[in-house]
Every structure is written in structure tokens, then in C-alpha cells.
């Protein structure tokens, strides 16, 4: 059974940063493609990032610059770190692996 379990979310004022991890569990993620979305209450769900596993990243706009996204094989986990939140980024932070498979999601809210 696949699993993913997001991790490192919570409150923080605008401007500070934030770091998010992914563990998984139940498939070797080494092959997959890994990514962030996001959703905000009464928006759609929106890419964040993502990352192949050959390491290739690609990034929403409103996030380029500001967010990385990164992979660690070995330990099953991708990561999303986040400088310089807005109030604007506050959303229900989800981890996807392969498009297919989605965490529970964690809450990031930014304090403005």
C-alpha cells in the first residue's frame, strides 16, 4: 500500500520560511515523478512544484524564486522549502507522487 505522509506545515509571518517534507512509504519513489500542490479555500487545486527523477524541476509561477523543491532517494522523501511566504501562499500544502498517489495534506498559513 502506497502512502504519503506530509509533514512541517504551520503558521508563520509573511516573509519568514517554512520547510515541508514527504515521506513514503509502500513503492520506491527513485523511478517517479514527485510534486507540491497547493489548494486554498474555494480555489482549485494548483501546482506547486515538481521534480522527475532524473532531479528536472519545474515550478509554478507564482512560486518561482522563492520555493525548491528537492528529492532524497535514499530516504523515500521529497522536500519543499519556502522562503519569503506571502499571505497569499496560505493553503493546504499536498504531496503527489506519479500524479496517481496523494497525502492527507498539511496547513501553511502566513501571517501578514
Known amino acids: 500500500q502506497v502512502r504519503l505522509v506530509e509533514s512541517g506545515g504551520g503558521l508563520v509571518q509573511a516573509g519568514g520560511s517554512l520547510g515541508l517534507s514527504c515521506a513514503v512509504s509502500?513503492?520506491?519513489?527513485?523511478?517517479?515523478?514527485l510534486g507540491w500542490y497547493r489548494q486554498a479555500p474555494g480555489n482549485q487545486r494548483e501546482l506547486v512544484a515538481v521534480?522527475?527523477?532524473?532531479?528536472?524541476?519545474n515550478y509554478g509561477d507564482s512560486v518561482k524564486g522563492r520555493f525548491t523543491i528537492s528529492r532524497d532517494n535514499g530516504k523515500n522523501t521529497v522536500y519543499l522549502q519556502m522562503n519569503s511566504l506571502k499571505s497569499e501562499d496560505t493553503a493546504v500544502y499536498y504531496c503527489?507522487?506519479?500524479?496517481?498517489?496523494w497525502g492527507q495534506g498539511t496547513q501553511v498559513t502566513v501571517s501578514s
Open positions: 521534480i522527475s527523477s532524473s532531479g528536472t524541476t
Open positions: 503527489n507522487l506519479n500524479v496517481r498517489y
Open positions: 509502500g513503492i520506491t519513489v527513485s523511478r517517479y515523478v
